[in-house]
């Protein structure tokens, strides 16, 4: 007992080092204040950022690739199951018999295709799914049952011309229109209304010519329900002018997907 300090000696020390330790804790507690603080802002700029870029410069998180990434390079979220429909053309037959990689390839392409036009074309639509052993393939089906063949097509091109007129007089006689307009990088697009399998349904398409191949995309109706594509020309425009939508057709023209068109003279 002796050796130890008298109760007054103790009583500095074991305030100083509570105060030590409360110190300590403010520190802590300041600390993770500012990281969620830092958190926050962070994330406030990140959801404010839209418009246009937001279109042009998209995360490799986002499903869409980059200018400089390949679709097969990153994974389009989420994971649409493809719709299986037997083949009933000899280039569905084929593709049946492609190599893995390359049926691995397209399949990776349909599903950037799917995400993308999912986010691009009305709800009306309907969720947007690939169709196997057709890479030009996708089905619209809305929550109602309706479902709607979309057609989308990179094609290497044939000797007709980039662009043609719009046939006004003649669509507007049989209760169709047209439309044209000029893409991002002066590209020349044309989109047709026009009725389609019936005379009370109506299919809506865009087309133009990008690098070496013919784009088409096209919405149909769904016939049994008796539903015109619900997508006007002037959306159908506004998705084939997305940055996004123009960095999926310059990979499938830089790495072809299908075969050249062919037309029979006089047919």
Not at 21 to 50: D, H, N, Q, W
Not at 54 to 77: F, I, L
Not at 167 to 191: D, H
Not at 259 to 266: F, L, N, P, S, V
């Amino acid at each position: 007992m002796a050796e130890l300090p008298s109760s007054h000696d103790l009583v500095p020390a074991a305030v100083a080092q509570g105060r030590r330790r409360r110190a300590r804790a403010r520190l802590a507690v300041a600390a993770g204040i500012a990281c969620v603080a830092g958190a926050m802002v962070f994330g406030s700029l990140a959801l404010t950022t839209g418009g246009d870029a937001d279109r042009t410069v998209r995360p490799a998180t986002s499903g869409t690739p980059s200018p400089h990434e390949s679709p097969e390079s990153v994974q389009p979220e989420p994971y649409r199951t493809p719709v299986h429909i037997d083949p009933t053309s000899d280039d569905e037959r084929s593709m049946a018999n492609l190599p893995s990689a390359e049926r691995k390839r397209r399949a990776q392409f349909q599903q950037h295709v799917s995400v993308l036009l999912d986010k691009l074309l009305p709800d009306s639509v309907g969720l947007i799914r690939p169709v196997d052993l057709d890479v030009s393939r996708y089905q619209g089906e809305t929550e109602d049952g309706k479902v709607f063949t979309i057609i989308f097509s990179v094609r290497p091109s044939g000797d007709g011309p980039e662009s043609k007129p719009c046939p006004s007089a003649a669509l507007a006689a049989a209760g169709g229109s047209c439309k044209q307009a000029t893409l991002p990088g002066g590209i020349k697009a044309r989109s047709l209304r026009v009725f389609t399998d019936s005379p009370e349904t109506m299919s809506t398409d865009v087309h133009f010519r990008y690098g070496h191949s013919d784009v088409g995309l096209t919405v149909a109706p769904d016939v049994d329900a008796k539903a015109s594509a619900s997508v006007t020309s002037e959306e159908l425009l506004a998705a084939a002018g997305d940055s996004r939508f123009l960095d999926l057709v310059r990979y499938a023209d830089e790495h072809p997907m299908q075969k050249r068109q062919t037309t029979i003279a006089g047919g």
